[in-house]
């Protein structure tokens, strides 16, 4: 078992344990928006409590999926046997993963932010490296303009610049983008960035 050490997995991970109790299953907006995109051999990076992970290999994906959560990982486990879904779901400490070999589409919904500076770019770098020509890449960050920093360690986090995905992703064909902002606790807020690219 890996165990991930980070102050962020420990937050997703007492959250993850409420939801399995509370049995709260719901894809969230950016999932929703990413699903239709998705076909053949999927990658989901830090795919959470993995509700867009069992969509897609319900659509017919052969998903592997990956986050430092032990909840998250064992409880897409047990719902994708009862579900007699194929997918792969495996715990990683994605600060120092290697994407091993090329996919149709590779996620990463509310994951890069989670490390600093560098490691992000290269993880995005890594992404855009490994997705087969034709695929897509769904990616979401918080970006500057975000005041709620509740689930980050001090300093060992991200808020990309607006417009830095495309900008990484020049050349492909951008099939959804948006900025969009939520109300967080005290008075704060998340400012999200959204691309969904396809690789030319
Ligand atoms: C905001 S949640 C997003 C989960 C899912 N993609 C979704 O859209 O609901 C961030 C996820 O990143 C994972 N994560 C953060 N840092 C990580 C790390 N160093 N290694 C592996 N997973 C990590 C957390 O466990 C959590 O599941």
């Known amino acids: 078992m890996i165990a991930v050490a980070t102050e962020s997995v420990r937050f997703f991970e007492n959250q993850f ?21 998705l076909s053949g051999e999927v990658l989901d990076l830090g795919c959470g409590i ?12 052969r998903v592997t999926a990956l986050d430092g959560s032990v909840t998250a990982i064992g409880n897409l486990r047990e719902r994708a046997a009862c579900a007699g879904l194929a997918l792969e779901a495996r715990e990683a400490d994605l600060g120092r993963h290697r994407i091993e070999r090329d996919y149709d589409a590779i996620v990463a919904i ?8 560098e490691t992000a770019h290269a993880l995005l770098a890594d992404i855009a490296g490994h997705v087969r ?24 986090y991200h808020l990309f610049a607006p417009g830095a995905i495309q900008g990484v992703l020049a050349g492909w064909e951008i099939l959804a983008a948006s900025i969009d902002a939520f109300p967080a606790p005290g008075d704060s807020r998340k400012v999200f960035e959204t691309v969904i690219a396809r690789r030319p």
Request: hydrophobic share 45%; net charge negative; charged share 15%.
């Open 133 to 156: 020509p034709g695929g897509v890449a769904a990616i979401n960050v918080l970006i500057e303009g975000t005041s709620y920093l509740g689930m980050f360690e001090p300093g060992h």
């Open 17 to 37: 344990q409420r939801q399995v109790r509370e049995g709260e299953f719901v894809l969230n907006p950016f999932e929703r928006l990413t699903l239709p995109y």
């Open 110 to 117: 509310g994951l890069l932010m989670f490390f600093p500076r």
């Open 50 to 61: 993995g509700n867009l992970a069992l969509e897609a290999a319900r659509a017919g994906c």
